[in-house]
């Protein structure tokens, strides 16, 4: 499976973007959609943060960062997820990556963390000035 995360760039404080991630390479698609995808990002010498993620119930989960300004959704005819970022802040600069076969629900924090997927793009880098 390969995931290609596209849709980052550079706006101002307050602005808006939407990433895409596009899948390619599944075998058994019905077994990819049974676990969550989701977004993270990742600043330089930090740890990778979990920023939202999506069931194959349609159930999200978001990081309280973020809360209010971003929404994750899936298409689920070919699996392509999106993030919508909006009233972007400073503090949202970071080279965001797409995931995916990670746990199989949202209901706990488990979905914020990297360790739980098996699949990662090479990301985009989001700038927020």
């Known amino acids: 499976v390969q995931l290609v995360e596209s849709g980052g760039g550079s706006v101002q404080t307050g602005g808006t973007l939407r990433l895409s991630c596009t899948v390619s390479g599944v075998i058994t698609p019905t077994h990819f959609r049974r676990y969550c995808m989701g977004w993270f990002r990742q600043v330089p010498g930090t740890k990778r943060e979990g920023v939202a993620a999506?069931?194959?119930?349609?159930?999200?989960g978001y990081a309280d960062s973020v809360k209010g300004r971003f929404i994750i959704s899936k298409d689920n005819a070919d699996d392509t997820l999106y993030l919508q970022m909006n009233d972007l802040k400073p503090e949202d600069t970071a080279k965001y990556y797409c995931?995916?076969?990670?746990?199989?629900?949202?209901?706990?924090?488990?979905?914020?963390?990297?360790?739980?997927?098996?699949?990662w793009g090479q990301g985009t880098q989001v700038t927020v000035s």
């Open positions: 999506i069931d194959s119930e349609g159930n999200t």
């Open positions: 995931a995916a076969e990670g746990p199989l629900f949202v209901g706990t924090r488990s979905w914020a963390a990297p360790s739980e997927y098996n699949v």
